[in-house]
Nanobody
Framework: QVQLVESGGGLVQAGGSLRLSCAAS????????MAWYRQAPGKQRELVAIITTHGMTNYADSVKGRFTISRDNAKNTVYLQMNTVKPEDTAVYYCNAVYGVLSLNYWGPGTQVTVSS
C-alpha cells in the first residue's frame, strides 16, 4: 500500500505561482506513475498532469506551458509547479499514485488552491 500527503496549497493572486508537493510512503517501489488531479466545485475530478517512473510526462491542455510536474525519487516526492495561475485553476488538488501490476489508484486527502482575480 501507499500513503500520500499533499502540501503547498493556499491563496495566490492571478498571474502568480505556487508549488504543490506530494510525499509518498509505504511500498513506493511499486508505484508505476504519479499524477495530480483537481476538482472544482460542481465539476468532475480531472487529470492535470502525470509523470511515469521513466520520467515521461503529460498535461491537460488547460495547463500546458504553465504547470510542470516533476519528481524527486530520493525523497519519494512529486511536485507540481504552477505558474501564471488563473482563477479557473481554483480547485482542490489531489495527488494520485498508480500502483502495482493491477494499476490500483491511491489518493491523497487533497489540498485547496484558490486563485484570486
Amino acid at each position: 500500500q501507499v500513503q500520500l500527503v499533499e502540501s503547498g496549497g493556499g491563496l495566490v493572486q492571478a498571474g502568480g505561482s505556487l508549488r504543490l508537493s506530494c510525499a509518498a510512503s509505504g511500498s513506493v517501489s511499486r508505484i508505476n506513475a504519479m499524477a495530480w488531479y483537481r476538482q472544482a466545485p460542481g465539476k468532475q475530478r480531472e487529470l492535470v498532469a502525470i509523470i511515469t517512473t521513466h520520467g515521461m510526462t503529460n498535461y491537460a491542455d488547460s495547463v500546458k506551458g504553465r504547470f510542470t510536474i516533476s519528481r524527486d525519487n530520493a525523497k519519494n516526492t512529486v511536485y507540481l509547479q504552477m505558474n501564471t495561475v488563473k482563477p479557473e485553476d481554483t480547485a482542490v488538488y489531489y495527488c494520485n499514485a498508480v500502483y502495482g501490476v493491477l494499476s490500483l489508484n491511491y489518493w491523497g486527502p487533497g489540498t485547496q488552491v484558490t486563485v484570486s482575480s
